[in-house]
């Protein structure tokens, strides 16, 4: 197997070859999804951005078609940045997107409209001469003023958007109002800044139901709705939301007094997951989110060599927890279609120190479902005063899956070489806190490769699982692995974290799954589904 492919994925999203980043403007149209993202037609590395264009009946087989938006006017001459898409009253999609006008970074927004609606793909847009829409005024950093959001309309009849910018280490999210697509004008406030938070890219700002699982259009207005600010950090590639209240007469977004901004707040992914986009799919009454996984082997000569760098996370069905505190988010039922061996098994009990190997499916390329119980949380260890202040991937580094702990670690060992000289453990590790239980979920890299490359990120991701333990003794853990990749979801979705990893020996037909117990609180498997996962088409 070449170096190319040995770490290519089997069902995540990904073009022939070269470097891919954001996915860009997702939508349902006509009855097909599309996806637009980020690309350098030219090689692997981050460069030439381009914006390429794939499109698909069921979000999972993908065609993959010319790009749709490249560079060539005076308005994007340096660059074709992410951007979203709308689609207007009279059921005509339009795209904005963030053009780069000079070789210093400067950016504007522009906009892009389909040459032929009756083409079922879209193929070609059309970059309108009265681009660009909007420049920055004075106050805005020129450099910072990118990724537009999808559009939504306010009871006064004018749309919506908004800007990702930073001012003085303030990143915010720079509203601008609209009659006619056409012409903007800068309100007053932002809708939303957060202080030493640094440039926010991405922005996302969308409305969840209180009531049920359902998805809501930008644009919804009713009762028994939040809103979603996410925003993607550059300084140190986190994503966060918050969960909050639309003031529309202020024009304002008020996150929860419990949701806070920045790296320390709520996370989509507590993994590699950056500069993701939602969208409200009709077809399926659902909010969907995309999010870009980036390479961990981060010399530009892995990538050179590959041929190939970052891939689309599995899209997620996203939508608000009953508590409203926060987001639950789960692969779309789609990627089902692609479960092939299955096996199953029930009511096992692991206890301290033991390890069985799952056999029967594809190890390297697999959907597993397990779900544990346990009988009591007498044995959970005591969580350290000095731990609060760290990110939950701090603590994991401390404990690791490897330490013997009280109630857990137990979980998953994914991507392992037969004498596991290398792996990437899946887990979770209950401890109690001074006032409640504290469940740290871990997906930790740190072992994932015997590869000696300094470069190599291999970080001890984590997350907090947000569940009372004392009604119910259970934990739900459901990992996808892709050669190259993990994505897990806890609790249903509550915590998902999603790294890349680069084993040399647990590849192909030799990576291994097991399931494991490292504490002495005995782990019962309630039930365990597995399926070998199929390659869909994409070309
Ligand atoms: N990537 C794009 C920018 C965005 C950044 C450029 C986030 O528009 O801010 O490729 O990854």
Redesign the pocket.
């Known amino acids: 197997i070449s170096v190319k492919n040995v770490h290519r994925t089997g069902f995540h999203f990904q073009p022939p070859k070269h470097w891919i980043?954001?996915p860009n403007a997702p939508m349902y149209y006509n009855g097909v999804y599309h996806l637009f993202y980020?690309y350098n037609p030219k090689g692997s590395v981050?460069g030439n951005?381009v914006w390429a264009h794939s499109v698909s009946k069921d979000l999972i087989n993908w065609i993959h078609l010319e790009p749709a938006i490249y560079p060539s006017k005076k308005f994007d001459k340096y660059?074709a940045?992410?951007g979203s898409a709308t689609i207007l009253p009279n059921n005509k999609p339009v795209i904005l997107y963030?053009g780069v006008v000079d070789s210093h970074d400067s950016q504007v927004q522009n906009y892009a409209i389909p040459a032929n609606l009756s083409d079922p793909f879209l193929r070609k847009w059309i970059k309108p001469n009265n681009n660009p829409l909007i420049v920055p005024d004075n106050s805005i950093n020129k450099t910072k003023f990118?990724?537009p959001t999808t559009a939504w309309m306010g009871q006064d009849g004018l749309w919506r958007i908004v800007i990702?910018s930073m001012r003085k280490h303030r990143g915010m999210a720079l509203l601008y109002r609209s009659r006619d697509f056409i012409k903007w004008a800068k309100a007053q406030h932002p809708l939303h800044s957060s202080p030493h938070t640094g440039n926010w890219?991405?922005p996302d700002f969308f409305p969840v139901s209180l009531k049920n699982t359902n998805g809501l259009d930008a644009s919804y207005r009713g009762k028994n709705v939040k809103y979603v600010l996410k925003n993607?950090l550059?300084v140190n590639r986190f994503e966060y939301y918050t969960i909050g209240m639309y003031d529309t007469k202020k024009d304002r977004y008020i996150p929860d007094n419990n949701s806070i901004d920045g790296s320390k707040g709520l996370r989509l992914d507590y993994g590699n997951f950056?500069?993701s986009k939602s969208f409200y799919d009709p077809m399926k009454n659902r909010r969907i989110v995309w999010g870009?996984t980036n390479e961990s082997d981060v010399l530009p000569d892995d990538e050179i060599k590959k041929g190939w760098a970052g891939i689309q996370a599995i899209p997620r069905k996203v939508w608000l927890d009953p508590s409203g505190k926060q987001l639950i988010q789960w692969p779309i039922e789609e990627l089902e279609t692609l479960r092939k061996q299955k096996i199953q098994l029930n009511k096992k009990k692991l206890s301290k120190g033991e390890m069985f190997e799952v056999k029967g499916i594809s190890a390297s390329q697999a959907d597993i479902e397990v779900s544990f119980s346990f009988s009591s949380l007498n044995k959970a260890e005591q969580f350290d005063p000095k731990w609060a202040d760290l990110y939950a991937q701090d603590v994991c580094a401390i404990k690791g899956s490897t330490i013997q702990g009280g109630l857990g670690p137990f979980g998953l060992v994914t991507l392992a070489s037969k004498n596991l000289e290398e792996y990437t453990p899946v887990f979770f590790q209950v401890f109690k806190a001074q006032k409640n239980y504290k469940v740290l979920m871990c997906s930790d890299a740190r072992r994932s490769t015997m590869r000696q490359n300094e470069a190599m990120y291999k970080p001890s991701f984590a997350g907090y699982v947000d569940v009372d333990l004392v009604d119910m003794k259970k934990l739900s853990l459901r990992s996808l692995i892709d050669n190259s990749v993990v994505e897990s979801f806890g609790a249903g979705g509550k915590t998902c974290i999603t790294s890349r990893v680069y084993p040399t020996l647990a590849i192909h037909n030799n990576a291994h799954l097991f399931v494991f117990n490292n504490g002495s609180e005995t782990i019962t498997i309630e039930t365990l589904n597995a399926w070998s996962m199929d390659v869909p088409k994409m070309h």
């Open positions: 980043n954001d980020q981050w951005i660059g940045w992410s963030t990118r990724d990702g890219e991405c993607s550059d950056y500069a870009w």
